[in-house]
């Protein structure tokens, strides 16, 4: 809810007991559905037995390797987004000459969705280890260019005249004003599209792989196995809620001044 | 020996195709170690006039001189100090101090942050970040941070402004005491007259917009303990700024 354009506080532990509530109703709902037979066995498994699977492709079905894999994936496509991204986004928020040279393009890029890159990305690559990295590449590239050049942007005139009333030159204000100022945000940035990457893995697997999590999904599709379907997406969903847990709290360990100054957050 | 030059310095703002003239005609020359104040009423031009010596930005008509250097962007030996403070929030103290000296590479810097953590009363404090310090403490931090580069100059726009009475006050003895052990020059903007009183060396009142020097006043130093004189001084300002 939102007053004054200000999230109302919430009390901590008033916080987690509602959002425990909230799983707590799903799960009943799930529980409901399955257990008393209301939708079929083979289109949805009780909570019980998804469990007892998941435990199991921990200890006899090798998931961990899998697991592994599509972390790595997401992490070369993730990084190399951002090695190509940071600087271009940082340089299109400062200079309006090199925005007016990128910003149609990555506008364009933005509204193809990734789907439509899958035949060309095995047109090139083959189905490969490139080819998956390129998607989850392609996938993100725009938004991190998009909301890093908005970071770089907003960042307000008040310390840049600092910088300048210091002598500092362009890249000095670029270096030690914009660049740290901006980093918050480009974390929370960041940390948003790693989800999107965590999604863009899976859809790549589940295209064409034979390793990862997606591909252990298709294959479970394929021999009617609806329990590991079950397993399998609550193992994605968790890997994937660990990721954005780790970011948080990089963000708490990393800029510490920035949560406590209450510095304007995109 | 004349450090600052302000000539003709005249401002437009133009707003949906109508301009309105904010500084008319702004003269005053400063003398190298005095403490000039500018003294004028809110929204009349002031900060304007520092952002334009500031170098910060451009005057419509009329020119600036630093020494025989024609003011066109920021200098560096003009330090400046803001109302809000600006610190950087990403940096501690003794960083945000250090800032301007790592821009020219200074070899002694540790030793310099040192120094004017110091003079600003911060001993203590160097490794905290601006969020943890109270305003008087930030603005003490902004004062050293300018400083430290050791500048011929200091502009200052109504940087205690913001500040309870109290600490206020300690900052005024504290700009003169910076004065007395630096020599340096000083111009302040304030509307503020007892701080004025307080702190000038010269008073240039300000008009309503457009901005012009109606009085230019001089306080002798001999009149700083002497109270009636003080506020004689005052109750002249008054009338003057009241009656324009």
Same mark, same amino acid.
């Given at each position: ?32 559905l399955?257990? #008393? ?8 498994? /009780?909570?019980? @037995? ?23 994936r ?26 007016a ?13 990734v789907?439509?890159?899958?035949p ?8 490969? @280890? ?17 909301? /890093? ?10 310390y ?15 270096k ?23 999604? #863009? ?25 609806? /329990?590991?379907?079950?397993?399998? &997406?609550?193992?994605? *969903?968790?890997?994937?809620?660990i ?6 709290? *990089? ?14 957050? &995109? | ?12 703002f ?8 904010i ?24 900060t ?5 010596? !500031? ?51 200074k ?22 970040? =601006? ?7 930030k603005? %003490? ?23 309870? =009475? ?9 700009v ?23 702190? !000038? ?18 306080? =002798?130093?001999?009149? %700083? ?20």
């Amino acid at each position: 809810m939102k007053k004054n354009g200000q999230h109302l506080e919430l009390p901590k532990r008033k916080y987690v007991i509602i959002a425990l509530f909230g799983s707590i109703i799903i799960i009943l709902i799930w529980a409901v559905l399955s257990y #008393l037979k209301i939708v079929s066995p083979i289109f949805l498994s /009780t909570p019980t @037995e998804t469990l007892k699977n998941i435990f199991n492709l921990f200890v006899s079905g090798n998931i961990l390797k899998d697991i592994l894999v599509s972390i790595i994936r997401v992490l070369f496509g993730f990084i190399l987004a951002l090695i190509v991204g940071l600087p271009l986004g940082i340089f299109c928020g400062v200079f309006k000459k090199i925005e007016a040279f990128i910003e149609t393009n990555i506008s364009f890029l933005r509204y193809i969705p990734v789907a439509a890159f899958i035949p060309l990305a095995i047109l090139w690559f083959g189905v490969s @280890e490139t080819e998956k990295i390129f998607l989850i590449f392609i996938g993100i590239l725009p938004y991190i260019i998009l909301y /890093t050049s908005v970071a770089a942007a907003n960042v307000e005139k008040e310390y840049i005249e600092v910088g300048k009333t210091f002598g500092a030159n362009e890249w000095q204000i670029l270096k030690k004003i914009i660049l740290p100022r901006a980093l918050p945000n480009i974390w929370d940035m960041a940390r948003i599209e790693m989800g999107g990457a965590w999604a #863009l893995v899976v859809l790549a697997e589940v295209i064409a792989a034979n390793s990862g999590l997606g591909y252990r999904l298709i294959l479970a599709q394929r021999f009617l196995h609806t /329990t590991d379907i079950f397993a399998l &997406i609550i193992i994605i *969903g968790l890997v994937g809620f660990i990721i954005d847990q780790l970011f948080k709290l *990089g963000y708490f360990y990393l800029f510490p001044w920035a949560e406590k100054s209450k510095v304007k957050r &995109i | 020996m004349k450090l600052i030059k302000v000539e003709h310095i005249n401002k437009n703002f133009v707003n949906n195709g109508e301009s309105l003239k904010i500084l008319g005609d702004i003269n005053f020359k400063l003398d190298k170690g005095e403490t000039s104040i500018i003294l004028g009423p809110s929204g009349c031009g002031k900060t304007t006039l520092f952002n334009i010596i !500031a170098g910060l930005i451009p005057a419509t008509k009329g020119k600036i001189f630093f020494g025989n250097e024609e003011i066109v962007s920021p200098h560096k030996q003009i330090g400046v100090i803001f109302q809000e403070t600006r610190l950087f929030p990403w940096l501690k103290v003794k960083e945000n101090i250090a800032f301007g000296l790592k821009l020219k590479n200074k070899t002694n810097l540790d030793e310099k942050v040192v120094k004017y953590i110091d003079i600003v009363g911060l001993k203590g404090f160097e490794n905290l970040y =601006p969020h943890e310090l109270s305003g008087g403490m930030k603005q %003490r931090v902004a004062v050293a941070r300018t400083l430290a580069v050791e500048p011929e100059f200091i502009l200052m726009d109504e940087p205690f402004g913001a500040l309870d =009475p109290k600490t206020r006050k300690k900052m005024h003895e504290l700009v003169l005491e910076i004065k007395e052990k630096l020599d340096t020059t000083i111009l302040f903007i304030t509307h503020n007259l007892k701080e004025a009183v307080f702190l !000038a060396d010269k008073i240039y009142i300000l008009s309503a917009l457009p901005a012009k020097i109606i009085k230019e006043i001089e306080i =002798p130093k001999v009149l %700083r303990n002497d109270k009636n004189k003080i506020i004689e001084i005052e109750n002249q300002i008054t009338k003057i700024m009241t009656e324009a």
